[in-house]
C-alpha cells in the first residue's frame, strides 16, 4: 500500500527566503509525482506534475524533483512570498494505480 | 470555464438523514473521484470511476454510494448520514487517471449533528 509523508507538517519563514518542502513515499513503483497547493477554505490546484523520466519539472518559481530510487521528491520555492502562504500537498499513484495517495501536507506561512 | 463543480458547498444534517452531493466536470474526463479530508488524516479515497456506468470502491467506501450515469456527473450519496461522517468532500477529476493532472472541485463541507 502507498503511504505519502510529509515533512515538516508547518513551516514558517520570512518573506524573500528560498525553501524545500519534503514528500517521501512507500511504493517506488510510480510513474509520476504530484504537488498540490490548497488555500483556506478551497480546494486543490495542481502545481507540477512530475514523471519519472524527468527527475525535476519547473514552473516559474517552483521546482520539483524526483528521485524514485530513495522514495522522495522536493518541492523548492525560491524567493518566498506572501502570497505562497498555503498548504502544499504531494501526491503518488498508489498501488495498484486506481487513483492518487496524498500526504497531509505541510501547512506554510510567510511572514512578510 | 467552470472546471469541477460541486454542490452544495455546505450541509447540516441530522444523524439518520441521508444526502446526495453532486460533482459536475465540463472538461470530458473519463476518470472522477470523491476523497474526503480530515484534520491530520489527509484526503482518502471514497469511490471513484474509471468512466461513465461505472464505479469502484476506495480506501473508505463504507457508509457511502456513487453512480455515474452520464460521463459528466458523479453522485455521492449518503445512506444514514453519521457524525464520523462529519467531513470536507472532494471531487475531482482526470483525462488520463493517475497519469494526468488531478483538478478538484472546492469542496463541500458536511456537518452531520
Known amino acids: 500500500k502507498q503511504e505519502v509523508t510529509q515533512i515538516p507538517a508547518a513551516l514558517s519563514v520570512p518573506e524573500g527566503e528560498n525553501l524545500v518542502l519534503n514528500c517521501s513515499f512507500t511504493?517506488?513503483?510510480?510513474?509520476?509525482l504530484q504537488w498540490f497547493r490548497q488555500d483556506p477554505g478551497k480546494g486543490l490546484t495542481s502545481l507540477l506534475l512530475?514523471?519519472?523520466?524527468?527527475r525535476e519539472q519547473t514552473s516559474g518559481r517552483l521546482n520539483a524533483s524526483l528521485d524514485k530510487s530513495s522514495g522522495r521528491s522536493t518541492l523548492y520555492i525560491a524567493a518566498s512570498q506572501p502570497g505562497d502562504s498555503a498548504t502544499y500537498l504531494c501526491?503518488?499513484?498508489?498501488?495498484?494505480?486506481?487513483?492518487?495517495?496524498f500526504g497531509s501536507g505541510t501547512r506554510l506561512q510567510v511572514q512578510p | 470555464n467552470a472546471g469541477v463543480t460541486q454542490t452544495p458547498k455546505f450541509r447540516v444534517l441530522k444523524t439518520g438523514q441521508s444526502m446526495t452531493l453532486l460533482c459536475a466536470q465540463d472538461?470530458?474526463?473519463?476518470?472522477m473521484y470523491w476523497y474526503r479530508q480530515d484534520p491530520g488524516m489527509g484526503l482518502r479515497l471514497i469511490h471513484y470511476?474509471?468512466?461513465?456506468?461505472?464505479?469502484a470502491k476506495g480506501e473508505v467506501p463504507d457508509g457511502y454510494n456513487v453512480s455515474r450515469l452520464k460521463k459528466q456527473n458523479f453522485l455521492l450519496g449518503l445512506e444514514s448520514a453519521a457524525p464520523s461522517q462529519t467531513s470536507v468532500y472532494f471531487c475531482?477529476?482526470?483525462?488520463?487517471?493517475?497519469?494526468?493532472?488531478?483538478?478538484f472541485g472546492e469542496g463541500s463541507r458536511l456537518t452531520v449533528l
Open positions: 472538461m470530458n474526463h473519463e476518470y
Open positions: 501526491a503518488a499513484p498508489d498501488t495498484g494505480r486506481r487513483a492518487l495517495t
Open positions: 512530475i514523471q519519472s523520466s524527468q
Open positions: 475531482a477529476s482526470s483525462l488520463a487517471g493517475t497519469s494526468g493532472e488531478l483538478f
Open positions: 470511476s474509471v468512466g461513465e456506468g461505472t464505479t
Open positions: 511504493d517506488s513503483a510510480i510513474y509520476n
